[in-house]
């Protein structure tokens, strides 16, 4: 069983033993204390994020989407190309992309070195609604991503000075008020939740339950969603309007215990990837993770990356 299946095996018997316990429960509510080797957990929490964004295939180092038409597309760093990609990564004409009713073949030059697991080719089938395949030219790396009916080569490239130096986002500093305890409250049937991205499509995505809080005086209870390692909340709060990033940030929280308890820390807080990067398509908080509260925890608004 792979490690997805896995989560989600032990978020269903969760979430059946919390509808059975949930209504006899007293959870602790209010500020969690800090764990003795809280730093350590931090600092190896924000190191993990910096590598995974340094990764020569992540965030930090997509250098473009390059929409293609039907038919025909020319690719290459020469002026006139139909994708034209950086100047000096890639030969002036590198192949041809065709895309054909969903279906997108590539054919390299002669003389220009593509390759697919470390195997040179000369023509592939990229893409046909299944797999997406990865090549490789130099420091570049792409596949072929699509938005609806829009297909594109998203691009990476590893040679990237900026993301090399990369050291992580402007943050607070540790706030241990925004360390809390929190319950799951579970969705006794299968609930989807519509949600906007940031170029203005709607995505359902599942949610097995909600997250209840108390923060500021107040009871708080956001939407929780699915993730490998735990439970994903989108959320925004009042730092958006001149410290955070405007649309809000992220958090993955612990799976709950058998009680429904969890712990979440907004110290973890962190930015979407359109926060710092123009060819994502982020998802934004649904209304009820909108909160009145000022959150002064989490990494802050990025400088120096151009965002949405």
């Keep these: 069983m792979?490690?997805?299946n896995t989560v989600l095996k032990n978020l269903?018997?969760?979430?059946?033993v919390s509808v059975l316990l949930f209504a006899c429960s007293s959870p602790e509510t209010g500020t969690a204390p800090l764990p003795e080797d809280y730093p350590t957990e931090l600092q190896e929490w924000k190191e993990n994020r910096i590598n995974v964004l340094k990764g020569p295939t992540n965030w930090l180092r997509l250098d473009g989407i390059y929409w293609m038409s039907e038919g025909e597309n020319t690719f290459g760093s020469g002026e006139g190309q139909d994708l034209k990609l950086p100047e000096g990564t890639i030969p002036s004409n590198a192949g041809v992309m065709i895309l054909e009713e969903g279906v997108v073949t590539m054919k390299v030059a002669e003389g220009v070195l593509v390759t697919h697991e470390g195997e040179p080719v000369t023509e592939m089938m990229m893409y046909d609604g299944g797999e997406r395949y990865r090549v490789e030219h130099a420091s570049l790396e792409w596949f072929i991503d699509n938005r609806g009916e829009q297909y594109g080569l998203r691009l990476y490239n590893k040679e990237n000075p900026k993301a090399d130096a990369f050291d992580g986002f402007p943050a607070y500093e540790v706030n241990s008020e925004w360390h809390l305890h929190a319950q799951f409250v579970p969705n006794s049937d299968s609930t989807t939740i519509m949600l906007d991205n940031v170029i203005g499509e709607k995505v359902e995505r599942y949610s097995p339950g909600n997250i209840r809080f108390t923060a500021e005086g107040q009871e708080i209870e956001v939407?929780?969603?699915e993730a490998n390692s735990g439970l994903f909340i989108m959320f925004?709060?009042?730092t958006n309007r001149t410290e955070t990033y405007h649309a809000g940030r992220y958090l993955i929280i612990p799976l709950p215990d058998e009680d429904g308890r969890t712990i979440i820390d907004f110290n973890k807080a962190y930015n979407p990837p359109c926060a710092f990067n123009t060819f994502t398509t982020c998802q934004l908080p649904p209304p009820q993770n909108r909160l009145?509260?000022?959150?002064?925890?989490g990494e802050k608004r990025p400088l120096n990356w151009q965002g949405l």
């Design 2 to 4: 792979n490690k997805k």
């Design 12 to 16: 269903t018997a969760v979430v059946i």
């Design 223 to 225: 939407i929780a969603f």
């Design 236 to 238: 925004s709060d009042l």
């Design 292 to 297: 009145d509260l000022t959150i002064t925890a």
